[in-house]
């Protein structure tokens, strides 16, 4: 009996989420971006500003002012609505973005995936740039033919809220009718049901090798696998797809007689199309490959397929988002110059990212690039979003502290709280650990940097961090402000994951995690798995460090000590006091570091207990020095009264008779154990 679930690759729900649907997203909302709210008859209103995650976000704008509606009927009928409200942004590109919002339901809604407000804002968050670079689409589409011969022109007039756009596509007079397509074949019963069971087999063969492993899902038509991928060499990966981490594998009813194809997720542009196109290509002529293998090799060889030209040679047509696009569609999308001197060169415009830096322009490659350029990369401000080769108020001081190909599986934020590093001295060079290095959040905290003193050489350095949230497309951790000292390698820190399910914090002190090695935790409200790996770390000096000890204060000095003494010549009344007559030194003591002639004096003049003093002053010649019990070791002379003298000096004397004085009552008395007139006795 098979008892395992209908879709292994269900995430659970929580209580909550099953309880009250429209409550817990709404929560998502507040707990990420602490709306205004209002509450109508229609509804809940929530006013919030969208700051962009994209640490290279091209655009001058600090934060999108979003107002989402949340209808009382979501999410079983209803559904949500966005408008911008930013007023320096023209109205094309605030209905550009609510349309981008729309468009991002809908293909949730049609995909049957379980979508929440707050995944959709992320959604929109990620694709903001793309949305704000172009204002191609309209509300409305209307084909208009010509009064003339249909086969000569045809006019495709496209309405936006702001202008009309009229582009017309002209037909050379010799070009032919394109070809009716071809009949799709027709297939036996025996093919169907052969190629039926190897299907079956393939599909549960996926299922079982790939389903324990986070984002695994499988579509309700049976027809879509979603998968996770690891690229073996994401170092050789164009940088837009550095970032891929799932992939939608479409497998045909009649697989294998009609090729699987594949759809990577979260990125776009032409290298993502060149690897689709490039695995369509390598699937027709290695059909006898299960999909298994098929999922290996592009995992193994992506770098290789992202080199697939686009515009070579017909390539046969494939199924991306249930909808068959040619690729001789996509390259009539991209025009070309002709010569006139030269009929046969044609001139194929640079890419428009290459021309980045130089005439501003973000757009894609679109029918009506050219004029949208012009439009958007004008001197005119007033609409649009201006563009800026480096915002002002990004501010990036300090060593910058990253960690490139960071794996997140079931995080939707990462956040870095015990940070530990080691760090040298600049002075020599000598490493040291520091732990927990405070957290500094603005100038005016009252938190300050660590103040830390080189074991070796008693440099002063100073240490601060400051944080950033880590997530998918960004993997910058924040900033170290670090004076008199740099930075070495990262130790074992703690990081607070939060839950991409129900976005829920995991509590602190967070988990530890280290360079290489991977770091697992669970959700405590949806019990859902946490993992992420830090392959590698990376630390870039992008500037001085934003907080220092040297901004403080500087500390005190001591008074420093007059003596009134010169070296070379003699104390006064050569270091003797009146406790002790034949001491010709003074003492400084370790408890204050002052100088005094003796113990007494010390107590005398201070309201705490002495301790050792390991340095002393000569009374003879005023050179200070390490403590000696008897002389001098610069001028030799002796500092504990009369040499040979029998007389006591700092709790030490004489027993020998022969130097004893004859005042002393002990120099005649016998020694203990002796009787007198003993040895006469004997004798």
């Given at each position: 009996m098979?008892?395992?679930?209908?879709n292994p690759g269900q995430r659970p729900i929580s209580k909550a989420e099953t309880a009250n649907p429209r409550e817990f997203q709404l929560n998502q909302i507040r707990r990420r971006f602490h709306p205004a709210e209002e509450v109508t008859d229609s509804g809940t209103t929530l006013r919030f500003g969208l700051a962009p995650s994209d640490p290279d976000f091209p655009f001058e704008l600090d934060k999108l002012q979003c107002v989402l509606h949340v209808p009382l009927s979501y999410p079983t009928r209803g559904r949500p609505t966005l408008t911008v409200a930013n007023p320096e942004m023209d109205d094309a590109f605030q209905n550009n973005v609510a349309r981008g919002f729309d468009d991002i339901v809908d293909s949730t809604?049609?995909?049957?995936?379980?979508?929440?407000?707050?995944?959709?804002?992320?959604?929109?968050?990620?694709?903001?740039?793309?949305l704000l670079t172009t204002t191609e689409r309209g509300p409305t589409l209307k084909f208009v033919p010509n009064i003339g011969a249909p086969s000569k022109a045809e006019a495709l007039e496209i309405v936006d809220g702001m202008r009309s756009i009229t582009v017309s596509e002209k037909r050379a007079p010799d070009s032919q009718e394109p070809p009716a397509p071809k009949p799709s074949r027709v297939y036996s019963s025996e093919e169907k049901a052969q190629a039926e069971r190897r299907r079956a087999m393939e599909t549960k063969q996926i299922e079982a090798r790939l389903g324990r492993l986070p984002f695994f899902a499988k579509s309700k038509d049976g027809l879509g696998f979603t998968i996770p991928v690891q690229p073996a060499k994401i170092n050789l990966l164009p940088i837009p797809l550095r970032s891929v981490k799932t992939m939608k594998l479409h497998v045909p009813q009649l697989y294998p007689l009609e090729p699987s194809a594949v759809e990577l997720q979260g990125v776009d542009g032409e290298d993502a199309e060149a690897v689709q196109l490039g695995f369509s290509q390598w699937v027709r002529g290695n059909a006898q490959l299960n999909l298994m293998s098929q999922v290996n090799y592009l995992t193994s060889n992506m770098h290789n397929?992202?080199?697939?030209?686009?515009?070579?040679?017909?390539?046969?047509?494939?199924?991306q988002?249930?909808?068959?696009?040619?690729?001789?569609?996509?390259?009539?999308?991209?025009?070309?110059?002709k010569l006139e001197d030269k009929p046969h060169i044609?001139?194929?415009?640079?890419?428009?990212?290459?021309?980045?830096?130089?005439?501003?322009?973000?757009?894609?490659?679109t029918d009506e690039s050219s004029e949208f350029d012009e439009d958007f990369s004008g001197e005119d401000e007033d609409g649009g979003a201006p563009v800026s080769d480096l915002p002002e108020s990004t501010k990036e001081q300090g060593v910058a502290l990253s960690f490139p190909f960071l794996e997140l599986y079931g995080i939707e934020l990462l956040e870095l709280v015990g940070l530990c590093i080691t760090v040298k001295c600049e002075r020599c060079k000598e490493p040291m650990d520091v732990k927990n290095v405070p957290q500094i959040k603005e100038k005016g905290s009252t938190v300050s940097p660590k103040i830390e003193s080189c074991k070796k050489c008693a440099n002063t350095m100073s240490l601060g961090f400051r944080r950033q949230l880590i997530h998918s497309h960004?993997?910058?951790?924040?900033?170290?402000?670090?004076?008199g000292c740099t930075v070495a390698d990262l130790l074992p820190s703690s990081f607070i994951p939060t839950c991409s399910e129900c976005s829920t914090a995991f509590p602190a002190p967070g988990v530890v995690a280290y360079r290489g090695e991977s770091a697992m935790g669970n959700c405590r409200q949806c019990h859902r798995k946490m993992v992420f790996k830090v392959p590698e770390v990376k630390f870039l000096r992008v500037g001085s460090a934003a907080y220092s000890s040297r901004g403080q204060g500087l500390p005190k000095r001591k008074p420093?000590?007059?003596l009134g003494i010169v070296a070379g010549q003699e104390l006064p009344r050569r270091g003797r006091c009146q406790h002790y007559g034949k001491s010709y030194r003074w003492f400084r003591f370790s408890c204050c570091a002052k100088v005094f002639p003796c113990d007494k004096c010390h107590d005398a003049a201070t309201d705490h207990p002495n301790e050792h003093a390991n340095r002393m002053i000569c009374g003879f010649c005023s050179r200070e020095q390490i403590y000696r019990p008897e002389n001098c070791g610069i001028c030799r002379a002796v500092l504990i009264g009369k040499a040979g003298s029998?007389?006591?000096?700092?709790?030490?004397?004489?027993?020998?008779?022969?130097?004893?004085?004859?005042?002393?009552?002990?120099k005649y008395k016998r020694r203990p154990g002796s009787t007198p007139g003993g040895a006469s006795k004997k004798k």
């Open positions: 098979d008892i395992s679930p209908a809604v049609r995909s049957g995936g379980r979508g929440t407000l707050l995944s959709w804002m992320n959604s929109l968050d990620r694709h903001l740039e793309r397929l992202a080199k697939t030209p686009l515009m070579k040679g017909p390539v046969p047509a494939e199924v988002g249930g909808s068959t696009i040619s690729a001789t569609e996509n390259s009539s999308k991209i025009p070309t110059l044609h001139v194929v415009p640079r890419p428009p990212e290459w021309t980045v830096g130089e005439d501003g322009s973000h757009s894609e490659e960004s993997n910058r951790a924040g900033y170290l402000d670090l004076d420093k000590e007059v029998g007389f006591w000096e700092g709790g030490k004397g004489t027993r020998n008779k022969v130097l004893m004085s004859r005042k002393d009552p002990r």
